[in-house]
């Protein structure tokens, strides 16, 4: 049986190598790596070769849907969370919450928060330009009807088309809004 730090691994480096953005924030990844352990151990009692299996992140997007799915009752006030994410990313960074964020930083509606965050000296290329700051946002779909879709964390670069980063993430809490801001400051730093 595999160790949970080398399920995770693997859960990882599928999802890298999906072509597609999914970073999970440290709950979601423990909790994927328990239900990827829980998949291989019950392949194991089929005979069947947990390698053979190769669902990391087919893992990442059900649990992505499932926490979808419990977010659908949870009262969020998104700008509040935006703005705890901010602060824990500022603290990460060793930053003040203000010298982090770009002029006319915070919007919000009902259903999206975001604010745009500036870029430091190790910030990777991104964007048009290579110069775009980080904007991070918690929304959720309109699917019409009056009937929203899940909250969903993502980062993007301001003007260019498509998300840096969707982030898995249980229902959106303070908590979660923590973790969240732990990814966007390892975003900024290059290190993500």
């Known amino acids: ?14 999802a890298a190598r ?22 291989h151990a019950t ?33 969020v006030d998104a ?21 982090l964020t770009v002029e006319a930083p915070v919007g919000h509606s009902a259903v999206c928060a975001y604010v ?13 330009t290579g110069h775009s700051p980080l904007v991070l946002r918690l929304d959720r779909e309109d699917w019409g009807g009056g009937k929203a879709g899940p909250w969903t964390w993502s980062l993007f670069a301001l003007g260019a088309m498509g998300v840096v980063a969707t982030i898995v993430a249980p229902p959106p809490s303070p908590e979660v809004a923590v973790e969240v801001g732990q990814i966007a400051a390892r975003a900024l730093s290059g290190t993500l």
Do not use: K
């Open 18 to 39: 999906s072509g597609r953005n999914p970073v999970p924030t440290p709950t979601a990844l423990a909790a994927a790596a328990a239900l990827l352990d829980d998949l």
């Open 116 to 128: 745009t965050l500036g870029r430091l000296p190790q910030t990777p290329a991104w964007g048009p």
């Open 43 to 75: 392949a194991a009692r089929h005979g069947v070769d947990p390698a053979d299996l190769h669902q990391g992140d087919h893992v990442l997007d059900a649990l992505a849907r499932a926490y979808g799915r419990q977010a659908d009752d949870v009262d």
């Open 79 to 99: 700008l509040a969370l935006v703005r705890e994410a901010t602060r824990a990313a500022a603290q990460a960074l060793d930053m003040e919450t203000g010298a």
């Open 1 to 14: 049986m595999s160790t949970a730090t080398d399920t995770a691994s693997t859960i990882l480096a599928t």
